[in-house]
């Protein structure tokens, strides 16, 4: 039987992380999409269910990649049951597989969105129970078939989650050492500072690798998601491992060779290095990192040209504010007397301390860090760097 949404245009709405949806849009836009903003961090654009595998595949930036089935009037909890229960979901999935339902509502009868999912779990199984007095299973894991319910005001939309588990994730990460940052955030990071292959990318304070990583696989044009064993399309009616695998290798061509690449992960603990080198292993590009124990006060004067992205700690493991204000004004000394020429970047969530940096931001961007809204603060070194400095 063949997927009725395999074809067939329809609305696909990309979620991403709060602060990544300009960086998506300039994505989706570098692959030839035309999409729109919808939301806080949602982008819609129209495209079919080879469009939803390509980009789950391709696309840095994004969470989940969610496919449009249809848009219901549902005025109450019942009518929207009914609804969704004259849906063919045979057409879409087996009575045999799992599935999940997720849901976003603001309507003022839903307390908890648990109930709600029960309800829709309950119209796909009794439309099942229809037509095959069986009744598939259900429960919370995002491995196999997804629905996604977002129901507003009188209207509910009902998508295909074609993702599953979210593709924020790049899936290299084995060894996450401390508070990592998501690879969907820091492949962002990278993207917002104009980082070119062509030019030195210092990274101090590397942590676990993940900021050093994700320049690799932009530099070379290699997809984050292209080696990931599931998503839940991979779960629905007419998706054919052939089909895939022509996806695939399409997208497999693009990759490039880079010559002279230079990405300098550095960290002052062992341990860091010792986990950011296994995950840039992991990921098939330890051969394009430099990494090495050192505090970012003892390096070399990096190139001209050179771009420098440090993660600092935010302060929630320095006993005092003092600490912290102190450590981040090393920061900015490191800049004034080691980097001239350069273009620097802190991404950090401590504005507070950013402060004692004690040099004028040329940008400030907003992004979040979990719970946590962060800055990525730009400062472009000149020789003489006194010009910069805030009088």
């Known amino acids: 039987m063949e997927n009725k949404a395999k074809e067939v245009k329809s609305d696909i709405i990309i979620t991403c992380l709060p602060g990544l949806k300009e960086s998506l849009m300039h994505e989706l836009m570098n692959f030839g999409y035309q999409a729109r903003i919808d939301g806080f961090s949602n982008v819609r654009l129209q495209g079919d269910l080879q469009d939803a595998i390509k980009l789950n595949l391709i696309l840095r930036t994004a969470s989940k990649v969610l496919l449009l089935l249809r848009s219901l009037p549902a005025v109450d909890l019942q009518s929207l049951y009914e609804g969704i229960k004259e849906i063919p979901w045979e057409e879409y999935f087996s009575v045999s597989k799992y599935f999940s339902v997720v849901s976003v509502t603001d309507n003022p009868a839903i307390k908890n969105t648990m109930f709600l999912n029960q309800k829709v779990k309950d119209a796909i199984a009794d439309r099942f129970k229809m037509k095959f007095n069986q009744r598939p299973d259900s429960g919370p894991d995002k491995s196999f078939v997804v629905i996604n319910v977002h129901w507003k005001n009188e209207v509910a939309e009902i998508y295909l989650?074609?993702?599953?588990?979210?593709?924020?994730?790049?899936?290299?990460?084995?060894?996450?050492?401390?508070?990592?940052?998501?690879?969907?955030?820091?492949?962002?990071?990278?993207?917002?500072?104009?980082?070119?292959?062509?030019?030195?990318?210092?990274?101090?304070?590397?942590?676990?690798?993940?900021?050093?990583?994700?320049?690799?696989?932009?530099?070379?044009?290699?997809?984050?998601?292209?080696?990931?064993?599931?998503?839940?399309?991979?779960?629905?009616?007419?998706?054919?491992?052939?089909?895939?695998?022509?996806?695939?290798?399409?997208?497999?061509?693009?990759?490039?060779?880079?010559?002279?690449?230079?990405?300098?992960?550095?960290?002052?603990?062992?341990?860091?290095?010792?986990?950011?080198?296994?995950?840039?292993?992991?990921a098939g590009v330890e051969h394009l990192i430099e990494f090495d124990v050192a505090d970012f006060r003892q390096l070399s004067n990096p190139e001209p040209g050179s771009v420098i992205i440090l993660n600092p700690p935010y302060g929630e493991r320095m006993e005092t504010d003092e600490r912290i204000n102190e450590f981040y004004k090393g920061i900015g000394n490191f800049f004034k007397q080691k980097c001239p020429d350069t273009t620097a970047f802190i991404f950090t969530a401590n504005l507070e301390a950013a402060k004692h940096i004690g040099l004028r931001t040329s940008s400030r961007q907003i992004f979040y860090n979990g719970p946590l809204e962060a800055r990525l603060l730009e400062y472009r070194m000149y020789s003489g760097s006194a010009k910069s400095e805030i009088k």
């Open 161 to 282: 989650d074609t993702s599953g588990n979210t593709i924020a994730k790049h899936g290299y990460r084995i060894h996450p050492f401390r508070a990592p940052l998501i690879e969907s955030l820091a492949a962002a990071i990278v993207l917002s500072t104009g980082w070119e292959p062509s030019k030195p990318l210092i990274l101090p304070m590397c942590g676990s690798g993940t900021l050093a990583i994700e320049a690799a696989l932009i530099a070379t044009h290699e997809p984050p998601n292209l080696n990931r064993p599931n998503f839940a399309f991979m779960h629905l009616i007419g998706y054919d491992d052939e089909g895939f695998e022509k996806i695939r290798s399409e997208i497999k061509s693009k990759i490039r060779i880079v010559d002279n690449l230079r990405i300098e992960a550095t960290d002052r603990d062992p341990e860091a290095i010792e986990a950011a080198r296994s995950n840039a292993q992991n």
